[in-house]
């Protein structure tokens, strides 16, 4: 995996939510894998969710309790996605709810369900319920590193993001988890996020900003292309910050500020923890005619075997990078307005390679970590950018061994 910064500190708590974990053995009998977040009444609450036709049952009963109330508590597992189980499986995510409801004295309605792991398989419902109670026994609102490591799957480390700020003089906190490493090119969210603030907004205004947030962090990342069936993305409010925020207002303008900067540290943990990953790569595509054009030719080049594996081996292979530029489907592309960078060497200028460039500039970027590829198209003023890995041999073997 490419390095991160390590978790050098405790998250920032946030007032009116605790998180509880445990080993319920749901495949693994040695490691956490069920966590439960508890949210304080009066919260509110905002989502997202996958955009695969094959949306998890826990996906579907989320949605559906969405419309009748906002959570008191959220259950999560690893290990297992209740995905392709049918009428089974959602039985089995609406049983998981109605135990957690029981055991706190809410409403079935007021637990939303996650899942996370294989697809295919029966929820071990049985085992996961019989867990509940130790998890709700563990409940602290300093237990957000736990209850990260129980929401991985093949991720090698929790991912977590934390910020706070004075607004008004007042400090306003975001925190937030997430788990995803493969099967990553959400279309609405990440693989799983749960973030949380103790500033206070109404549903509508806290669901515009998760979406804004969203789409410029955990819709720009692509490890491979793939998008799961439980990808959801949760942002809970709980308003012990007892000034509500305006749509108008330079607080709110600054609270957005600062999800986008949690959205963002998480969404860039999950690519450097990528599959197999030894490259961070930044798709930067500027002057198109639209955003929509630069986002087709980003990921074009994201989601191609022979680029990824270049970067994989730091072969500065530049024409895979144009190659993939070509086959992105833009209409009338004038070739020699397209240049392409990797960092600061120019590769490819007016449609063909620099008169200037040298394959050992090339290789030098190569050699990189962290490598920001550039691509100009002489269309527009729109840009866009996301972030992706390279392919290794370690993905391959990962995801061959996965069920094993």
């Not at 998250?11 to 939510?17: M, N, R, T, V």
């Not at 905002?46 to 695969?52: G, K, L, W």
């Not at 669901?207 to 990808?231: I, K, P, R, W």
């Amino acid at each position: 995996m490419v390095d991160t910064k390590p978790i050098i500190e405790p998250p920032y708590p946030i007032a009116g939510i605790r998180l509880g974990s445990t080993r319920a053995g749901i495949r693994y009998a040695d490691r956490r894998d069920l966590a439960i977040v508890e949210v304080a009444p009066g919260s509110t609450c905002a989502a997202v969710f996958t955009q695969n036709a094959f949306r998890a049952a826990p996906v579907v009963i989320a949605q559906q309790h969405l419309l009748l109330d906002n959570p008191h508590y959220l259950v999560i597992n690893t290990g297992n996605a209740n995905a392709g189980t049918g009428c089974q499986g959602l039985s089995d995510a609406e049983a998981t709810c109605s135990a957690l409801a029981e055991l706190t004295g809410c409403l079935t309605h007021q637990v939303l369900p996650f899942s996370t792991g294989v697809i295919g398989e029966p929820l071990p419902v049985k085992r996961l319920i019989t867990g509940l109670p130790e998890a709700l026994a563990t409940l602290d609102s300093n237990g957000w590193i736990d209850a990260a490591h129980s929401i991985m799957t093949t991720d090698t480390r929790p991912k977590l993001a934390s910020r706070q700020t004075l607004i008004d003089g007042q400090p306003i906190t975001v925190t937030g988890m997430a788990k995803g490493a493969g099967m990553i090119r959400p279309d609405m969210a990440t693989m799983l996020a749960f973030i949380a603030t103790d500033a206070s907004l109404d549903q509508k205004l806290l669901q515009t900003c998760l979406m804004g947030a969203v789409e410029d962090s955990f819709n720009s990342v692509s490890v491979d292309g793939d998008t799961s069936t439980n990808d959801a993305c949760v942002l809970l409010a709980t308003g012990r910050d007892d000034r509500t925020l305006a749509a108008d207002s330079t607080a709110f303008s600054e609270f957005k500020t600062l999800l986008h900067a949690v959205c963002v540290e998480l969404a860039q943990a999950i690519i450097r923890d990528g599959e197999g990953a030894t490259k961070f790569i930044t798709l930067l595509v500027e002057e198109g005619a639209n955003r929509d054009e630069c986002r087709r030719v980003a990921y074009t080049i994201a989601h191609s075997p022979l680029v990824k594996t270049a970067f994989f081996a730091s072969d500065p292979n530049w024409g895979r990078i144009l190659a993939a530029v070509g086959r992105a489907g833009l209409p009338e592309l004038d070739l020699t307005g397209v240049s392409i960078y990797l960092d600061e060497v120019c590769i490819v200028r007016a449609g063909e390679r620099a008169a200037d460039y040298t394959e050992d500039q090339g290789q030098s970027v190569m050699n990189r970590t962290d490598i920001t590829v550039r691509i100009q198209l002489s269309r527009g003023t729109a840009q866009s950018r996301i972030w992706t890995t390279d392919l290794s041999l370690d993905y391959v073997r990962i995801n061959a061994e996965y069920r094993t």
